[in-house]
């Protein structure tokens, strides 16, 4: 394998930086944006349920807000609920902004690996290319060792930024539509808390 980075000639560098760089985020992000640290199911029955019997102190307020993103949002919500409907959805719609950003963190930087990573593997085609034909011009094509170790360069970093890019744009997809699935679940929940706080539904507590 190290002879195999070493014959790709210096690029392998950036390349192999560009992979281990988007392994950790990937697996950073899988921690991060699991369901039950972003959107736990049956928050809201706890929440009102907690609100309805008077046991929602500010110590609860602070232990649900710490516990998930979803929770981040209902308490700005139910912070500012005696203020009326529009400024409690107005104060969930800036925690949601701000609970938006964090969830796409470093999705922008992982985009950014699986354009530049093929890319990368291009200018070391090209790079190989030219030191094929610069052999060529000083010792013509009798040398096919010369013209192989060339050619192979040319060809490892192909395949190297391929194999990074190709994983990368797919988790990078990935983790863009489990952001949107998460944002619209808990988008429905802070509406549903909204009417239940202002008389407008009920809790299924079951």
Known sequence: MFELIQSGGWLMVPIIACSILSLAICLERFWVLQKKRVAPDNLLSEVWMRV????MTPERLQMIRNESSLGQIMVAGLNNSNHGREIMRESIQEAAYHVM???E??????????AISPL?????????MIKVFAE?????????????????EALITT?????VAIPTLVFHRYFQRRVETLLIEMEQECQKLVEVVHGEREVDFE
């Open 159 to 163: 395949a190297a930024g391929l194999s």
């Open 120 to 128: 990368l593997g291009l200018l070391g085609t090209v790079i190989g």
């Open 101 to 103: 950003h964090q969830m």
């Open 136 to 152: 060529i011009m000083l010792q013509g094509t009798g040398n096919a060792n010369v013209l192989a170790g060339g050619i192979s």
């Open 52 to 55: 309805r019997s008077g046991e």
């Open 105 to 114: 963190r470093f999705l922008n930087s992982l985009g950014t690996i699986a």
